[in-house]
């Protein structure tokens, strides 16, 4: 198997071991879901204790759900900031439980200790309900998940606390028969907090069989103040012109209000009213306000009957590629009409920016570098598919790239634009659910030789030259029958 | 010769000519330059979009040559047009405008140049103004000489009447027809004074353009048979008459039968007879002088006599016949509406309905001519001064122009080329005799001149009294010329150069500015973006046509039908991609008067039409709220004339004014006022958007009733910001078979009425139990 959707690609060592029950216990795992709209962010802390000398790979548990809806995954040791090296787990089995390895800093003694911490985040794991809410009518949202947390090893206590943004919850489920687990309230609510467990003395528990017979769904309806957005689709092209020192980098972007269909229709005395009195719908999106690079000019915004008027820019001046302050410039994008619930939006967002913030040349080996962020966080809203298009300058050879989680497809083509004679190389690459956690930098080298830098301005040159010989031509000669 | 400035006498010929063409070529490139620029204020206030309406068909139907080819958009049915007929678009269009565009499209992708359609859309007009002005620049060079000819070219590239129809954005058939216009008539005159079969066919092939690209081709193929004629009546006939009239015809005829809009119409509707008689005379009188060659003249006058007679005679039988039988096909309203100002207005209300249609005001002659309007008239005069065959053009054209610019504000148009070439040919000869430096000759001076002067006035002044007024006005507008002038006139001294020409620079610049703020303030609002000012004095765009337009595009069923006045139906297709009732293309009149009676009846009238119809978004629009003069409540009496047209018991115009005969929305309103659909949908909820004060409605200065009206077969789906546009969504049927007031009725919990029905049920049941 591949390695799990989404999980950072970090240079790992290859280790061929096997999630051994036996190495590592639990002695505690807590897990704290943040429930927002189309982005969860679930962190798990694993207290972990060895079991055997030299443990160096310590594997999680993901079960098919969870699988399919996290987007991002990243381990680190508690209290520290760099992540961890995860690969997906050699021979992971199919039952219903995918294995992860993680591999640790440095191999633990005997009984050592360590806190480790899985940041994951998840989209598509909430779904409107009721389906669908009038204008006035507030949103709420499901979340669904499992009621334990995997593990190929055993786990002294477990528990998992939901937090919603409000304390408006509208109910969740109770786990029944949970007394090999506990003797209390299997589940509490305390405020905005809804908490499982704790849960004692867990067998290993990433087999068919636990999940078959303990293994159960919870689901936990809140009410949810913001709206749900979800770029159904985006098209990313960034462009690298040398001779116009310019990255120009454009966003197609389909966007979609994914909370509660709007019940009956749209009045818009309703939304001025409520405007007015200062209490909006919270499942409209009004708006976007968007961090893009600093230094960038010539920003368009625009659909596909022309230009929108309703957008605010702020620009930052650019700054210098190293630099250590990082500066934005912010974009208030406002769609034509407020995005109800079940609508839909495409536009068009494109900037230049100076190519030299983002590139660089590499003397040893004579290559251009050029940073591309892979898109522009679209705050708590996920992506649902990406597609990235970079476009080198013609000529580009030696072309190689290196993307900071893998993409799902690859590849490669010509594209020919203004006065290119052999069009320029093209990688396209694709992307699913896509968060904020995702706009991360992608890495194109590639060699320019200086012939292909003249390419452009030789066509040109030939071009006017061999017009201006067909007008010398023209001039002698002389087609008239009768000579005068 | 005495000079009143030193010139330069050691140049050679050589170089003068050299120069004065490099010049010209600068100054031509100049004149381009500066039309493409003043037509881009456009672009730059707003942005690159098409304007108004017919452009935004235009736009349409390029796209589809550019994505699908040529052939495509030839046999291009489209389905969405005039619901549920749909149109041939390929045979129902003029593509001369779509196929430039297309040309240019792929010339450039062709060249690795991938420019956007919509830009090549935009900025065709402009490109084209700057061919427009070198086109003038030859048709008056043909007149006068370059010097006319570079000031004709620059009047032409600024002036309003041309702008107006050619800003970036106005995609529209007259975008390139002027050009085309032009350079037909160039090559007419070329053909007319080489006597070249060469130069006849290059017209004709520009014909064809022309043709292909504008309804108003006819205008040429008016024109220049009528000059033909006039140069035969005149006894100018001559073999380079024959062969440019004859391959003009042929060729341009047989060429513009393949535009498929076109088809058979040169050879049978009588918009098109003129030509075909005037090249059958043309035969004929060529024929006569052949015979008169070879005869003897008394033999030749029996023969000419007999032949004329008969002739004659079966000319005007054959065409009483031929229209008699149908062949020909009879004359069309609009064609009237030429002749007759008030006709339209009578007989066909859909084309009195257009503003464009409706006859010019004097104050626009001002503002779209400006002084050229002055020296028109000096520079038809001064084309009787030589009267070569040119001349009887521009004088022919001058007179035929004038008249239908002043039926027609549209036809403005047409005016503004030979205004624009008289003017420079009176204007140069200003110039002419005020820069030549030279002065009298020193005998006719010293002692003559007071005495000369005099003597010079007398025998005008007799002239006057006795021969014409024309023929005055001719001597005294024409340039003195060094041979034949008599000695003592002319111009004498620096001074009085100085102040003429310092007039004369003064009234050019006069006309640079007025053509810069007219084309500024009055002909570059794109109309489907308003502008208005914020409290700081920037600028804020009102963008509400563009909002429902997209949101229909967005968030509706592709198949969504709207329904919604004539005039939006182009940018409904264009913008919101949804099929739509009734467009601008306006060739069915009754569909558009359905739409029109939908409008003004009641809801239960309308609801069958609606469903019927298939529609499921009604579109209005509605300007109350922020002032907007041009909605539909101001146009709803068209729709109401219109479709009392076609149903003059069911819809009455008198009906939706009020007793005293007023036009009124407030409570005052007549009945049927009150009932129609389209009041019921723009003010339906306007009150209550004033919170419990007094509702105003800002166009039409009305106090509106606090209950507002109400809507049963209809639910309001969206209203843009400044509730310019409302779209309603047309209910389906009840699905208890209720009809939809009562149904609407029960939702909101009122009690029904006991009726019949019920009693009867009580009945029946008793009737049971007994």
Request: contains cysteine; aromatic residues 12%; proline residues 6%.
């Amino acid at each position: 198997m591949l390695l799990p959707r989404r999980v950072p690609l970090l240079s790992f060592i290859l280790l061929v071991v096997g999630a051994n029950a036996d190495s590592f216990e639990n002695t505690a795992i807590v897990r704290t879901v943040d429930l927002g709209g189309s982005v969860v962010q679930v962190a798990t802390t694993f207290a972990v204790k060895a079991l055997e000398a030299n443990a160096r790979v310590y594997t999680i548990a993901l079960g098919d759900a969870e699988m399919q809806k996290t987007s991002w995954l990243e381990a680190r040791v508690k209290g520290q900031a760099t992540p961890l090296a995860v690969t997906d787990h050699p021979g992971s089995t199919d039952n219903g439980v995918h294995l992860v390895d993680i591999i640790l800093p440095k191999p633990l003694a005997l009984n050592a200790t360590l806190n480790i911490i899985l940041d994951a985040i998840q989209t598509h794991a909430t779904f409107p309900w009721p389906e669908r809410a009038s204008q006035q009518e507030p949103q709420s949202l499901k979340y669904g998940s499992d009621l334990f947390v995997l593990s190929p090893y055993k786990t002294l206590v477990q528990r998992t606390k939901i937090k919603s943004p409000t304390p408006n919850i509208h109910g969740f489920s109770t786990p029944e028969k949970m007394e090999d687990f506990t003797f209390e309230e299997p589940v509490t609510k305390s405020g905005a907090t809804i908490t499982y467990g704790p849960y004692n003395n867990i067998v290993p528990s990433a087999n068919a069989a636990f999940v078959k017979k303990y293994q159960r769904p919870v689901q936990v309806h809140f009410e949810y103040d913001y709206p749900v957005g979800e770029v159904s689709k985006l098209l990313r092209t960034a462009e690298i012109s040398h001779w116009g020192a310019n990255l120009n980098i454009q966003d197609e972007i389909w966007l979609r209000n994914a909370g509660p269909e709007l019940k009956g229709h749209f009045s818009r005395l309703e939304h001025q009213t409520q405007a007015f009195y200062n209490r909006a719908a919270s499942h409209v999106i009004p708006g976007l306000t968007l961090h893009l690079p600093a230094g960038i000019r010539n920003t368009y915004y625009y659909d596909l009957v022309g230009n929108v008027s309703t957008s605010r820019l702020r620009t930052a001046p650019s700054v210098p590629k190293d630099s250590p302050n990082k500066q934005y410039s912010v974009l208030e994008l406002k769609p034509r009409y407020p995005i109800m619930g079940g609508w839909n939006y495409s536009f068009t967002l494109g900037w230049d920016a100076p190519l030299a913030d983002s590139a660089s040349w590499d003397k040893s080996t004579g290559k251009y570098i050029v940073e591309i962020p892979v898109l522009t966080p679209f705050p708590a809203t996920v992506v649902n598919d990406a597609e990235l298009k970079i476009i080198l300058p013609e000529g580009a050879t030696d072309v190689d790239f290196a993307t900071p989680f893998v993409a799902h497809s690859t590849s490669f083509s010509t594209h020919t634009t203004y006065l290119d004679t052999t069009g320029r190389p093209a990688i396209t690459l694709r992307f699913t659910d896509l968060t904020e956690k995702h706009a991360l930098p992608l890495y194109v080298s590639y060699k320019v030789p200086l012939s292909a830098h003249l390419k452009k301005p030789i066509a040109v040159a030939v071009a006017f030259f061999s017009v201006f010989v067909f007008g010398l031509a023209a001039r002698r000669i002389d087609l008239r029958i009768h000579q005068k | 010769m005495p000079q009143a400035i030193p010139l330069p006498s050691d140049l050679s010929p050589a170089t003068v000519a050299n120069t004065a063409s490099l010049l010209r070529i600068i100054a031509l490139s100049l004149i381009s330059g500066a039309a493409i620029a003043s037509r881009l204020f456009a672009v730059i206030n707003f942005e690159s979009i098409i304007h108004e309406f017919d452009p935004w068909f235009n736009y349409r139907a390029t796209r589809v040559l550019a994505s699908k080819g040529f052939y495509e958009f030839w046999n291009w049915f489209d389905p969405t047009a005039w619901y549920p007929l749909g149109r041939v678009v390929g045979g129902t269009v003029y593509p001369g405008l779509m196929a430039t565009s297309g040309v240019i499209y792929y010339g450039l992708r062709a060249l690795n140049l991938p420019v956007d359609i919509r830009n090549i859309c935009v900025l065709l007009a402009p490109g084209f103004s700057a061919l427009t002005a070198w086109a003038t620049y030859m048709f008056t060079k043909e007149m006068k000489d370059e010097s006319a000819g570079l000031l004709a070219a620059a009047f032409i590239g600024i002036v309003p009447g041309y702008i107006s129809r050619s800003v970036a954005g106005s995609y529209d058939n007259e975008a390139i027809a002027i050009f085309l216009l032009m350079f037909t008539f160039f090559c007419w005159i070329k053909a007319l004074k080489l006597g070249s079969a060469l130069f006849g066919t290059v017209a004709a092939v520009f014909y064809f353009y022309m043709v292909a690209a504008w309804g108003g081709y006819v205008f040429i193929t008016n024109m220049i048979p009528l000059h033909a004629l006039v140069l035969i009546l005149m006894g100018r006939f001559t073999s380079r008459l024959y062969v440019a009239y004859s391959s003009w015809y042929v060729i341009g005829t047989l060429a513009s039968m393949q535009v498929p809009f076109v088809g058979f119409q040169p050879v049978s509707t009588s918009e098109h007879m003129a030509a075909l008689g005037v090249f059958g005379l043309l035969q004929i009188v060529a024929f006569t002088q052949l015979v008169r060659s070879h005869v003897s003249s008394k033999q030749f006058q029996d023969i000419l006599f007999v032949a004329l007679v008969s002739a004659g005679v079966l000319g005007v039988a054959a065409f009483v016949g031929l229209t008699y039988k149908g062949t020909i096909a009879p004359w069309t309203g609009r064609f009237y509406s030429l002749w007759d100002t008030g006709y339209a207005k009578k007989y066909i209300p859909i084309i009195a309905s257009v503003s464009e249609h409706q006859p010019t005001a004097w104050p626009s002659f001002f503002m779209d001519l400006q002084f050229l309007i002055f020296l028109f008239p000096a520079g038809v005069i001064m084309c009787f001064h030589q009267l070569r065959d040119e001349h009887v053009f521009v004088i022919i054209y001058a007179v035929m122009a004038s008249y239908f610019a002043g039926v027609m504000v549209r036809l403005m148009l047409t005016l503004t080329p030979v205004v624009c070439v008289a003017a420079a040919v009176a204007f140069s000869s200003l110039l002419d005799t005020y820069l030549d430096a030279h002065e009298p000759e020193p005998e006719a001076s010293a002692t003559d001149s007071a005495a000369s002067v005099d003597t010079g006035k007398k025998p005008k002044k007799e002239k006057a009294a006795t021969g014409s007024a024309l023929a005055d006005l001719v001597a005294a507008a024409t340039p003195t010329k060094k041979g034949d002038a008599p000695k003592f006139k002319g111009v004498y001294g620096t001074d009085t150069r100085f102040m003429i020409v310092m007039n004369a620079i003064a009234m050019l610049s006069f006309f640079v500015f007025h053509c810069t703020w007219a084309t500024a303030n009055a002909y570059s609002s794109p109309s489907v973006v308003l502008a208005s000012q914020n409290q700081d004095g920037s600028q804020h765009i009102i963008d509400d046509f563009r909002e429902a337009y997209y949101w229909l595009r967005q968030n509706t069923p592709e198949t969504a039908v709207v329904m919604s006045w004539w005039d939006y139906g182009y940018q409904i297709a264009g913008m919101a991609d949804r099929p739509t009732l009734v467009d601008n293309n306006t060739w069915n009149n009754t569909h558009i008067a359905t739409v029109g009676k939908a409008m003004s009846s009641s809801e239960e009238v309308a609801y069958p039409i609606l469903r019927k119809h298939d529609v499921d978004y009604v579109l209005v629009i509605f300007g109350g709220l922020l002032g907007y003069s041009g909605d539909d409540i101001n146009k709803f009496l068209w729709m109401v004339r219109i479709a009392q047209g076609v149903w003059p018991e069911e819809i009455q115009e008198p009906n939706y004014f009020t007793p005293q005969g007023e036009y009124r929305v407030d409570s005052m309103a007549s009945n049927a006022m009150k009932n129609s659909l389209m009041y019921k949908m723009s003010y339906y909820r306007f009150s209550e958007l004033f919170g419990g004060g007094q509702a105003v409605d800002r166009v039409r200065n009305q106090q509106l009733p606090k209950e507002g009206p109400t809507l049963d077969v209809l639910d309001e789906a969206y209203t843009t910001e400044n509730w310019i546009v409302r779209i309603y969504q047309v209910r389906k049927e009840d699905l208890l078979g209720r009809d939809l007031k009562s149904a609407n009725a029960f939702a909101k919990g009122k009690k029904r009425k006991r009726s019949k029905p019920a009693s009867r049920r009580r009945a029946l049941s008793a009737a049971a139990s007994t």
